[in-house]
Structure formats: structure tokens, C-alpha cells
């Protein structure tokens, strides 16, 4: 099973080496060909790993990396419940946009890298949902981060793509910033990078609960930069940018995802401190909202998404931040289907009448059957309407929050949640419902099969959480991590040290022991009251959508007539775009221009001149050697000539003149006589 | 008997200088394949020297020893530790790429090379030199065929450039000489013994200082430590590109491994005194640098800039003293010499093709150039900390090692992580993305020459990146040591 478990990531990284080094020789469609079969594999075999999860077992293993000093690095994979669930979702979701991006990319002029490309991000994200250790998680953490990159800037030749794709990197990194603080905390604190071995060691209480908090804080960092968490939000709906299905992979099961699986799988970290857990849950809280307020007035049929998936993943953030280990997950995987679908009918959709404003839309689903009805199957997923996957996932959040005691976080799940029901039903029935604006076509297969798939995902997924069932997601969740340990110390044959297998069997008690209690208030039945309000209100917005955009009880530009100032403020998002241009990296930009001004003027200025004040000293001294010292010696020279130059005159040789002389001479001594 | 294995890597490009300067300059072909030809027969006695390198051990090995001038006591006296070897091979490696980078020299090539050649023998006796006067000999030596390097076949401003180059350069030799003359005459018996130094290390404290000051000034110089480091993109910028390839690759090295070979053996109080000023100075380096990078216009100073920048992650885990930290550092001084190599052949090549380095004056050039493209992104990927690429796991082990001792000043640093993502990814979309432009359409991609510079080194990026083991495995034991050795473990 561990070479299995070994081969989910390497397969789609040698499709991606294959289709990168010799997809430019493929003819046509055969570019995709290394992709989709390496993933297809990958799939059975994710498959094929839940299901040993789920017999009770569990893979995880390390081998040596390196070492250096103190710290012994490495390489390992870990399979349990939580990874095992995800496995399935990236699997599913990958494949299938794979196979509908042979319809949506055909006759593109990258399509070779387009595939190497999506093989990389997959490889990247099994990767990172198999890490065993923060070393490899950071690893994958970046890889799946610069996938993205490539992916969103993939039509680099517009401007816009590629600035989006720059942004989400950038933007990311600054998150990165916060987790690299995170690891390096806990990783010195503890020794080890190695999950087990960290969580172990909080669990024991090795740590003091401040440094605890303020580790995980930052490491939530990183997971609001990849989850596009507020503030960090702001490169995912610019991540549209990138072709429809790449969108609906970020969205769904790679990228956004990790964030949200990063705190799940610190879950023993986040639940040890309460404070951290109150951030967790108010930022997502935040993020709910505030994306679904903005979903509510936008006109593009992927910004809407973008903005829903936002407001999506600030839930599973809220439910995971109030000890809704499972609530979280379960809404990761319904969220995935759904969210997949929902993007690839808005691709179906774009594909066929090229327009990506609503407002060119109306009455679709007459041209597009299969497409429309899997799109309302999401729109009734995503809304949270029984029996579809989202609502039961929905619920666990809500049921956690209420839980929780935080009555301001309750009240705004379930606004969010209303508000969901509405920007979603307005979008159907813009697009699809009402009079027909554009004729189109249905997609063909290779892209409508997807949406079958995932449509019929995105009605049943949620019944794994049924809460009338014993066995459901929840107990398979919450057996979750301590299966993982506790294989661990079977399983860890090859272990890197013999430290670390003997670690492993009480890291399994302290790990189990801190989930066990996180998802304590998992387990229950039915809340009958939170499924009320839940459906009330859900109700209520599809009501309202229904009302405004399919009868026109109420008109359409009510909102922006009625409170223009607000609807102004959502439907510039805020203006946090804006409020970042100014404030960062406008004077960002100016700081480096005046720093390489000051770096040239200033620091290589005082080089030049101290060369110059040299020169100048030289100077002065030449002058001073020419015309003071040397004058000195000239002068003396000089005065010698002179007098010799005298002196010459008189010994000219001529014989009358010496006896002048003598006469003068003779006459002057006269005088001087005389005159006595 | 044993083949001097050091003696051959070191000497056989002086060698080939003296074969080069004994040829017809007429025939140019000749001098290239000579110069290729020594440098890597060099080349491979340095991959000979890695093989048969013990690693599990940190004492000197393939050590040769002769009495050169008794009078004073000076032995010509080389050997490699975990701290040299990797040096020595980057040297070799970088030097031997070089030489193929420099086809394209027209003028006068016979000179070209032989000077080439002589400053590669020098670079290598940096390395190897276990006396201090063996040691200042080739520190000196480097300088002077740098120095007509830059300056007969720079580019605009080269007579500038070089004359900056070799006078800040000789004001950090001096400051060294006199620290080396102060050792000797203050030891009896009077040695010019750096491995002997190191173990007895038997200065007062406060002459330590003193020394460790003097040093430190040569070094920072080379490395170069902010506020000393203006002649650096100055010099990049005008050499040609080869020799902006050795600048880079090579030369700044030189002053990290000064820290690391003399002053921090033989001067530990020092040292251990000096370790926070050393870290703030590291910090300066790694932000101000990445900063000033963003702001440049030319893609050659940018990569100057960035120099400055990654070099401080070196500074940054000398100053912390940790075996991790140190580990990273000289990882950092490996994966720096290969990344910033190859980024400096690659802005030689475009300039080939345009005939200028302004960054905002490109634009597209990906629809164009797709191998070209293909090979800058990995190696600014590279630069800016990719996973899965050598300087990555240097700049990690750095972090990881010196957060520890110096929390404040590695959070600081690690937003130089970003700050240097964003100047990379910006450079690339001005550079590659966007609409292709009709003035670059027919420009040729890389031709097979250019790509026997690149590849290996790509090569090498990758592989360290996934493989690290595979250079830390010869520093690792010499890093502990020095490391329990100044800590006092």
C-alpha cells in the first residue's frame, strides 16, 4: 500500500515531465494523453487507499532526507482518514476537469503545456495532502502556489492574465510569510518538523499557551493567503482570468483547498488554543460575508462564482475555527463537487456564446439542458437545500457554530447563508431562466460527461453525513488521526530514527486525545432547530431571487436606487483593491525607486567621492609640489642662474673691457677717497 | 605516489594560460579549444576530488605540503575540508562553463583566454591555501586579470568600472595583509599556519577584535556586506558576460569564505562578540537589496542587486553559529554561484539578441523564445525560493537554523521572501508576457552552445533542490564541528 500511496503524486509529475520535454511533438489531442491516463491511475488508486482508511488501517512512513545538525529531515507520506478524504476530492475534481479541458482547451496553441501544467498543480496538491512532515507541507505549499501562477497567467499575452496570475503569487507569498514564521516557531520549539512529533509535543503541554497561540496564528497566515481569506482575499477573483477549467480546479479541490486542509491537519495545533480558534472562526466569519455581500451585486458569471467561493470557504474556516473538525472537512468536499460543476457550466456556458456578463444572458437552459440542470443541481447544493450534498455540510458548520456559544458568529452564518440562496438563484435565473437574449449550443460530450459526473456528486455527497447515521463522515473523521498515529507505529518500519518510532505510539494518544475533544462537539444527532433556521432563510433568498429576477415583483435596480452608496461600496468590493494600491503598493514601487536613487547617490556617492576628494587632494598636493616644493628648488636654481647669467657678462673676453672696468674701478675708489 | 590531485586543479588553467600564450593569436579557433580543454581536464580532477572525498570526517584531506620560503617561514601548504571542497568544485564547474559562455569574444581572444585562465588558477588557490601567504598570494593575484577583464572587454564604462573594482578590492587586500602580518609576528615561532591558527587560536581578545575588524573589512568588500557593495553592480554590469558569471559565481564567495576558513577558526572571541552586529548587517543585506533590485531597469543590475540580497542569507546563518544555520550559509554560497551563473548567462544572451538590458523595453518574448523562457523562469524560480530548487532548501536551512538564536532579525529577513518574489515575477511578465513584439520576432532561441552553458546548471538546481543531501553530505560534518567549536559546545 505505501508504494501505492507513493505513486498518487509521482504519476502525475511524470506526466507532467513526459507532456513538458515532448508535448510539443503530440499531435493534437495527444498532449493530453500522459495527463489524463497518469490521473486516471492516480484516481483508482486514491480509491483504493480510502477504502484501506476506512478498513481501519493507515499508511505512514518516512525515509531520511537529510540531515543537518540537529534536525534529521524527511521524506514521508501519510494516509489517514483526513488525507484519505482528500485524496478522493483532488482525485475526482482533477480528473474530471482533465477530461473537460480536452473539450474547453482543443485547438489552443499551448495545449501540450496546458496539460503539463494541470499534471504539476495535481502532483503539487497530492503532494501536499500526503505530507507527513511541515517541511514537505511548505514544500508543496509553494509548488502548489506557483502552479497557480502558471495556470491563472496561462493566456499571458493579456495583460489582465498575467497581471492576475503575478498577484496571486505575490499576495500568497505574503501568507507564506506568516506560515514560514509558523514553522520555524514550532519547528525550533520542537525539534522536528514532523507532524506527529510537533503535535505530540503540544499536546503535552510543551509549549507555554501564548507561544502556542501566536505560532498558530501565523500559521494560519499562510492558510489566508491561500484561501483567500480577508484580508488576502483579493487574488481570487482576479484568478478568473485563467481559462474556465483551471478556475473550477483552483476553486474546488487544489489551491483554495490547501488552506482550509492545512488547519484541518493542524487541527491539534488550532484546538489547543482558544485564541487562535477565535481568529480562525472571525476571519472566516468575515470572509463569509463579506464575499457574499459583494456576490450580490456582480455582474461577471465567474467573478459571481469567484466571490461564492469566498464566502464558501470563509464557512468551512468559521466552522473549523469553532471545533468543526469535521464540519469543515465535510464542507471542503461537498464545496468541491458543487464548486467543480458550478465552473465548468459557467465554462459550458462561456464556450458556447463567448460572453461572460449575465446581463447577455437569459433562457439557456432550452439550448443547454444538461448544462443547466446540473448547474441548478449546485445552485441547490450551494444554497443549502435538503436533500443536496450542501445543505448537510452547511448544517454541520451551523450546528458548530451555534455550539460554540458565539451568538454574533451565529448570526452572521446564517445571513451569510441567506444571502448565499439569493446571489445563486439570481445568477440561474439571469442565465438560464427568462427570455433568451443569445442563441447556443450544448458542449459536447467530453465536456457534458463531467458535469453529469459531478452533478450527480453534488446532489449525493452530502448523504456520507447524514446525522441519523451511526457510521457516517463524522465517525470516519474523528477515528481519524488516531488511526493515522497509531498505524504510525506500526507502519514505521522505515522510520528516520529510532527516536521517532517511539515517539509515534504516545504521539498517537496526545493527537487522538486533542481531536477527540475538538470534534467532541462533532458528534450528536440531528439539531432540529439550526435545520429550521437554516431552511427558513435559505428559503426566504431563493424567494427573494425569484421574486426580483424571474416575476419582477420587486425591480431589479431596487438596491442600487435605494442605497446607492452601499451597493456602490459592494460593487466595488469594498475598494480593498483600491485601498492596497494606494497605501502598499503604490508607495512600495516609490520606495524602491528611492531607495535605488539613494543606494546610487548616497552609498556610491560617498564611494565616488572619497575618489573624487582624493583626487582633488592629489591635485592640491600637485600643486603645491609643482609650484611651492619644486618652485623651491627651481627658485634656488633659478637665482644661481641668475647670477651666473650676471656673472657671464662680465668675463666676456674683450680685453678694452676689462680695462673700462679697471678705469671705473679705479675711478669709483677715487671717489670714495675723495669724497671722505 | 600519490597524484597531487589539488595541485593539478589548481595549476593545469595556469598551465593552459601558458600553452594559450604560446600560440598564434591568429588562430582563434586553437586558443578556444585549448582554453576548453584545460579548464576541463581542471574540471574533472575537481568531480575526482569530490568522489574520493572522505565526508564522514572534517579534518583536511588531499593535504601537500613543501617547504617554499623557510627564511620566513612560509610552506606552500593546500588541502580541502568540508568548508573548501564545495568551493573548489563550483570554481571548476563555473569556470569551465565560463570558457565555453566566452565563445563569442572577438577581440583579441589569445589574451582573453590567458587571462581567463590565470584568474582561475588564482580563484582555485583561494580555496585551497592553507598558509597565509600561499593564501594572499592568489587573493591577489585574482585581481589582476580581473582587472583587464572588465576593463578591455567591458562594456561602456568598463575603464570605470574595473578601476572601482580594483581599488576597492586592494583597500580590503591591505587591510588584509596587515592583518596577516600582525598574527604572524605576534606568534612564536613566527607562522604563516592558518590550520595551525585555527586550532591554537591565541590572540588576546582585544587583539582579536582588531583583527577580526581588519578582516572583516577585506571580506565585506568581496562578499559585498552592505554599505560596501556599490562596486558590484558596476562591475556586473560592464564586464562581459563570463566574467559577470565568476563575479557572481565565484569571487563573492570569497569573502564569506574568508569568514569561515580564518577569521572564525582563529578569532572565535571575536567572532562570538561580533555575531549580532554580523546578523543586523545580514538583514540590511537581504531586505535593502531586494528593495534596490526592484527598482532597477536593467536586468543585469537587477541581478546584481539580488547578489546582494541572497548573499546576506550567508551572512545571516554565519552570524547565527548553529550547524543548521552554517549548513545553509554555504549551501547558499553553492546554490547562489549555480542560480545567479546561469541568470547572468542568460542576460547575456538576450543581450546578444537585443543589444540591451531594458527590462520594460521587452515584452513578449515568451511566444518567441520558448526555451529561452522556459530556462530564465526556472532559474529566477530558483532566485526567489522555489521548493524543489537548490536555493530553497539553502535558504530554508538558513532560516531554520538561525531563528533560534536571532528571532526578530530572521522574521525581518523573511520578508525579503516576498519582496524578492515580487521582483522576480514582475522582471518575468515584463519581460515574457504580454503581446509578442514585432521588433523581437525571428530572434533565434538558445543555440546549442548556450545550452551547454545552461543545462547543467539547470540540472544541478534541480537536483540539489530534490537532493540536497547530495552537497550538504561534505559540509555537514565540517560545519558541526566549527559550529560546537565557536559555541563552545
Known amino acids: 500500500m505505501t508504494t501505492a500511496v507513493f505513486l498518487i503524486p509521482l504519476l502525475p509529475f511524470l506526466g507532467f515531465a513526459l507532456t513538458i520535454f515532448f508535448g510539443r511533438r503530440m499531435p493534437g489531442n495527444v498532449g493530453a494523453a500522459p495527463a489524463i491516463a497518469t490521473a486516471s491511475i492516480s484516481s483508482v488508486l486514491s480509491f483504493a487507499t480510502l477504502f484501506y482508511v476506512i478498513s481501519g488501517r493507515a499508511v505512514d512512513v518516512s525515509y531520511p532526507w537529510f540531515a543537518t545538525g540537529d534536525y534529521l529531515v524527511s521524506i514521508g507520506v501519510t494516509a489517514d482518514p483526513l488525507g484519505a478524504l482528500m485524496l478522493v476530492v483532488v482525485s475526482v475534481v482533477g480528473l474530471l476537469v482533465e477530461i473537460y ?15 503539463a501544467y494541470i499534471s504539476l498543480f495535481v502532483f503539487s496538491m497530492y503532494g501536499l495532502v500526503l505530507a507527513n512532515s511541515f517541511f514537505l507541507l511548505f514544500i508543496f505549499w509553494e ?47 520542537a525539534g522536528t518538523f514532523q507532524f506527529k512529533e510537533v503535535f505530540h509535543a503540544a499536546g503535552s503541554g510543551q509549549f507555554t499557551p501564548a507561544f502556542l497561540t501566536v505560532a498558530t496564528i501565523f500559521l494560519f497566515g499562510g492558510a489566508i493567503g491561500k484561501s483567500a481569506q480577508f484580508p488576502l482575499h483579493v487574488w481570487l477573483p482576479d484568478a478568473m482570468e485563467g481559462p474556465t477549467p483551471i478556475s473550477a480546479l483552483i476553486h474546488a479541490a487544489t489551491m483554495v483547498a490547501a488552506g482550509v486542509y492545512m488547519v484541518a491537519r493542524c487541527f491539534p495545533l488550532f484546538s489547543a488554543s482558544p485564541e487562535a480558534s477565535l481568529v480562525v472562526a472571525t476571519i472566516g466569519g468575515i470572509t463569509a460575508i463579506m464575499a457574499a455581500t459583494i456576490a450580490c451585486t456582480q455582474f461577471d458569471i465567474k467573478r459571481v462564482l469567484a466571490y461564492s467561493t469566498l464566502s464558501q470557504l470563509g464557512y468551512m474556516m468559521l466552522g473549523l475555527g469553532c471545533g468543526g473538525y469535521v464540519a469543515g472537512m465535510f464542507h471542503l468536499m461537498t464545496h468541491a463537487f458543487f464548486k467543480a460543476l458550478l465552473f465548468l457550466a459557467a465554462g459550458s456556458v462561456i464556450h458556447a456564446i463567448h460572453e461572460q456578463d449575465i446581463r447577455q444572458m437569459g433562457g439557456l437552459s432550452k439550448y443547454m439542458k444538461v448544462t443547466s440542470l446540473t448547474f441548478l443541481a449546485a445552485c441547490l447544493a450551494i444554497a443549502g437545500v435538503p436533500p443536496f450534498s450542501g445543505f448537510w455540510s452547511k448544517d454541520e458548520i451551523l450546528v458548530a457554530v451555534r455550539q460554540s456559544g458565539n451568538t454574533t458568529l451565529y448570526v452572521l452564518a446564517v445571513a451569510g447563508a441567506a444571502l448565499t440562496a439569493f446571489y445563486m438563484f439570481r445568477l440561474y435565473f439571469i442565465v ?10 450544448e458542449s459536447p460530450a467530453v465536456m457534458s460527461v463531467p458535469l453529469a459526473v459531478l452533478g450527480v456528486l453534488a446532489v449525493c455527497a452530502g448523504w456520507v453525513g447524514l446525522p441519523w447515521m451511526k457510521t457516517n463522515i463524522v465517525s470516519f473523521l474523528t477515528g481519524s488521526q488516531a488511526h493515522g498515529a497509531v498505524g504510525a507505529a506500526v507502519q514505521a518500519v522505515h522510520g528516520a530514527t529510532a527516536q521517532l518510532q517511539a515517539h509515534a505510539g504516545a504521539a498517537a494518544q496526545g493527537v487522538a486525545g486533542a481531536v477527540g475533544e475538538g470534534a467532541h462537539a462533532a458528534h450528536h444527532g440531528p439539531d432540529y432547530a439550526v435545520m429550521a433556521t437554516s431552511l427558513l432563510v435559505v428559503g426566504a433568498g431563493i424567494l427573494l431571487a425569484y421574486a426580483t429576477y424571474m416575476k419582477g415583483w420587486v425591480s431589479r435596480e431596487a438596491f442600487s436606487k435605494r442605497l446607492p452608496l452601499l451597493y456602490k461600496l459592494l460593487y466595488n468590493k469594498y475598494y480593498v483593491d483600491e485601498i492596497y494600491q494606494a497605501l502598499i503598493i503604490g508607495p512600495l514601487v516609490k520606495l524602491t525607486r528611492g531607495l535605488s536613487g539613494f543606494d546610487l547617490a548616497v552609498i556610491d556617492g560617498a564611494v565616488n567621492g572619497t575618489a573624487s576628494v582624493t583626487v582633488i587632494l592629489s591635485r592640491a598636493k600637485r600643486w603645491f609640489d609643482l609650484y611651492v616644493i619644486d618652485g623651491l628648488v627651481n627658485g634656488v636654481a633659478w637665482l644661481t642662474q641668475l647670477f651666473g647669467r650676471v656673472g657671464r657678462r662680465v668675463q666676456s673676453g674683450y680685453v678694452q673691457q676689462y680695462a673700462l672696468m679697471i678705469l671705473i674701478g679705479f675711478g669709483a675708489i677715487l671717489i670714495v677717497k675723495f669724497l671722505r | ?43 574533472v580532477f575537481s568531480v575526482v576530488l569530490m568522489v574520493a ?21 612560509v610552506w606552500y601548504y593546500v588541502g580541502v575540508d568540508g568548508i573548501s571542497i564545495t568551493m573548489v568544485f563550483l570554481t571548476a564547474l563555473l569556470s569551465f562553463m565560463s570558457v565555453i559562455g566566452s565563445f563569442g569574444i572577438k577581440d583579441r581572444v589569445k589574451q582573453y583566454f590567458a587571462l581567463f585562465l590565470l584568474l582561475q588558477t588564482a580563484m582555485t588557490g583561494v580555496f585551497v591555501a592553507l598558509d597565509f601567504f600561499l593564501f594572499y598570494v592568489f587573493w591577489e593575484a585574482m585581481l589582476v586579470p580581473m582587472y583587464f577583464l572588465i576593463g578591455i572587454w567591458g562594456g561602456p564604462r568598463r575603464e570605470y568600472a574595473a578601476i572601482k573594482f580594483f581599488l576597492y578590492t586592494l583597500l580590503g587586500s591591505v587591510a588584509i595583509l596587515l592583518a596577516i602580518l600582525a598574527m604572524y609576528f605576534s606568534t612564536t615561532p613566527h607562522t604563516f599556519d592558518i590550520v595551525e591558527l585555527g586550532k591554537t587560536h591565541p590572540f588576546a581578545p582585544g587583539l582579536q577584535m582588531i583583527l577580526f575588524l581588519a578582516l572583516f573589512l577585506g571580506f565585506a568588500i568581496k562578499v559585498p556586506v552592505f554599505p560596501f557593495h556599490t562596486w558590484l553592480p558596476d562591475a556586473h554590469v560592464e564586464a562581459p558576460t563570463a566574467i559577470s558569471v565568476i563575479l557572481a ?9 574568508g569568514i569561515f576558513r580564518i577569521s572564525y577558526p582563529i578569532l572565535p572571541d571575536a567572532a562570538r562578540d561580533f555575531a549580532p552586529f554580523l546578523a543586523v548587517l545580514a538583514v540590511i543585506n537581504i531586505v535593502y537589496g531586494a528593495l534596490v533590485a526592484m527598482g532597477q531597469k536593467d536586468l543585469k543590475k537587477l541581478v546584481a542587486y539580488s547578489s546582494v540580497s541572497h548573499m546576506g542569507y550567508v551572512l545571516l546563518g554565519l552570524a547565527a553559529m548553529t550547524p543548521t544555520a552554517m549548513n545553509g550559509a554555504m549551501l547558499q554560497m553553492f546554490a547562489h554561484g549555480i542560480i545567479t551563473g546561469s541568470l547572468f548567462l542568460l542576460v547575456g544572451v538576450i543581450y546578444d539578441r537585443a543589444h540591451h538590458r531594458d527590462i520594460d523595453g521587452f515584452g513578449g518574448l515568451a511566444v518567441q523564445l520558448p526555451i529561452y523562457t522556459g530556462i530564465m523562469s526556472l532559474a529566477c524560480f530558483a532566485s526567489l525560493g522555489l521548493p524543489g530548487l537548490a536555493g530553497f532548501i539553502a535558504e530554508f536551512m538558513t532560516f531554520v537554523g538561525a531563528f533560534p538564536v536571532f528571532k526578530t532579525i530572521v522574521m525581518i529577513s523573511a520578508v525579503g521572501i516576498v519582496i524578492t518574489a515580487g521582483y522576480f515575477l514582475w522582471t518575468l511578465q515584463r519581460m515574457f508576457l504580454g503581446k509578442p513584439q514585432e521588433k523581437y520576432a525571428g530572434f533565434p532561441d538558445l543555440s546549442a552552445r548556450e545550452l551547454v552553458t545552461l543545462v547543467p546548471l539547470q540540472v544541478l538546481t534541480v537536483f540539489i533542490g530534490v537532493y540536497p543531501w547530495l552537497i550538504i553530505d561534505f559540509m555537514n560534518s565540517s560545519m558541526e564541528s566549527l559550529s560546537h567549536f565557536l559555541r563552545g559546545v
Not at chain 1, 101 to 115: A, C, E, K, L, W
Open chain 1, 101 to 115: 479541458s480536452v473539450g474547453y482547451m482543443h485547438g489552443d496553441t499551448r495545449f501540450s503545456r496546458y496539460f
Open chain 1, 143 to 189: 509548488l502548489v502556489g506557483i502552479c497557480s501562477y502558471l495556470l491563472i497567467g496561462f493566456w499571458f499575452e493579456k495583460k489582465s492574465a498575467a497581471d492576475a496570475g503575478k498577484k496571486a503569487f505575490i499576495t500568497n507569498r505574503v501568507g507564506d510569510f506568516g506560515f514560514l514564521i509558523g514553522v520555524l516557531m514550532l519547528a525550533s520549539a
Open chain 2, 249 to 257: 559565481g565565484v569571487l563573492l564567495k570569497m569573502g564569506t569564505y
Open chain 1, 432 to 441: 438560464f431562466a427568462g427570455g433568451e437574449k443569445k442563441k447556443a449550443h
Open chain 2, 53 to 73: 572525498y572522505n565526508r564522514a570526517i572534517p579534518d583536511f584531506q588531499f593535504v601537500e605540503r613543501a617547504s617554499w620560503i623557510p627564511q620566513i617561514n
Open chain 2, 1 to 43: 605516489m600519490e597524484l597531487p590531485v589539488l595541485s593539478l586543479v589548481t595549476f593545469i588553467p595556469l598551465v593552459g594560460a601558458i600553452v594559450v600564450l604560446l600560440m598564434s593569436s591568429e588562430n582563434e579557433k586553437a586558443v578556444k579549444a585549448t582554453s576548453t580543454v584545460f579548464s576541463g581536464i581542471s574540471f
